[in-house]
């Protein structure tokens, strides 16, 4: 039990690690969205895999069911949060330093709130 909260902390250490410099390089226009998508969502997948693998091995033995098990669970888990990284547009990841403006649903000017005091 002490091995696999060993490796655990390890693994969640080293992929929080590893998603900070993804999020860092790609807030300043160093690698593009699919490499950050791909990559933050192998480092999120792989922070889990030692837990999923210590309880389908307790729950189910360690076997080829089990590989399975943790490996198609593991690759739902990658192409989920892959899939849900892509759709985010780059304009909702502006480079660092740039000012975001906040867009309305349509492009109209807004108009001034009213200063009347009732």
């Known amino acids: 039990m002490l091995e696999i909260l060993t490796l655990q902390v390890i693994a969640a250490t080293l992929g929080t690690l590893s998603i900070g410099v993804a999020d860092w390089l790609h807030q300043r226009g160093r690698i593009r969205q699919r490499l950050h998508s791909f990559w933050v969502s192998s480092s999120s997948t792989a922070i889990c895999l030692p837990l999923l693998t210590w309880t389908v091995n307790v729950f189910l033995g360690a076997g080829v069911t089990s590989w399975v098990l943790v490996s198609t669970f593991g690759a739902g888990m990658f192409l989920w949060m892959y899939r849900s990284l892509l759709k985010v547009r780059g304009e909702q990841n502006p480079r660092f330093g740039q000012a975001t403006v906040p867009s309305s649903?349509?492009?109209?000017?807004?108009?001034?709130?009213s200063s009347v005091n009732g």
Do not use: K, M, N
Request: hydrophobic share 10%; charged share 10%.
């Open 105 to 113: 649903g349509s492009h109209r000017p807004v108009p001034p709130s």
